[in-house]
């Protein structure tokens, strides 16, 4: 991540270094540990349709789910783009591996991970995380303070 930082995003290593600190201090601060420097960008559409497939095995697990597929990107750093991080992601989900093969050998979910991102897309999102709140956007990592004042403005 800290090489797309600069090299792709335009910043420069003194900012993503600042960047990186605000994210894994604000991490800590909820006892989350975020390798964010390290963590390896990549296609998250594949990610996405094993998550919708766990959502629909398991509806209640959706928030869980997430965590899982979270802690394997951000705290723990595993290639997601890899046919070893994917098949170990969908274990930890507790997706039997015949489910996980069956939905790649076909289209299951692909229109609907492509109709998540054309909304998010028609909604002005750009990146993740961004909170959207009375039509207002706010994009990436921000105290608690910035989202309530984000809020606020979107209330008013």
């Not at 919708?52 to 869980?64: H, I, M, R, V």
């Not at 990107?73 to 015949?98: I, P």
């Amino acid at each position: 991540m800290a090489e797309v930082a600069v090299e792709e995003w335009g910043m420069t290593p003194a900012q993503w270094s600042a960047k990186s600190a605000s994210i894994r201090a604000a991490g800590a601060a909820e006892g989350l540990e975020i390798n964010v420097d390290t963590a390896v960008t990549f296609d998250s559409r594949p990610v996405h349709r094993i998550l919708k497939l766990a959502t629909s095995l398991q509806p209640e697990g959706a928030g869980d789910a997430w965590e899982v597929a979270f802690d394997a990107h951000f705290r723990r750093n595993v290639d997601l783009s890899s046919t070893e991080g994917v098949a170990e992601l969908a274990a930890n989900l507790g997706l039997e591996v015949a489910a996980v093969r069956d939905m790649f050998a076909g289209d299951d979910f692909a229109a609907s991970v492509v109709d998540d991102l054309a909304v998010a897309r028609d909604l002005g999102i750009q990146s993740v995380p961004t909170v959207r709140s009375g039509g207002r956007l706010l994009a990436g990592s921000h105290s608690v303070a910035d989202l309530a004042a984000h809020f606020s403005l979107a209330a008013a």
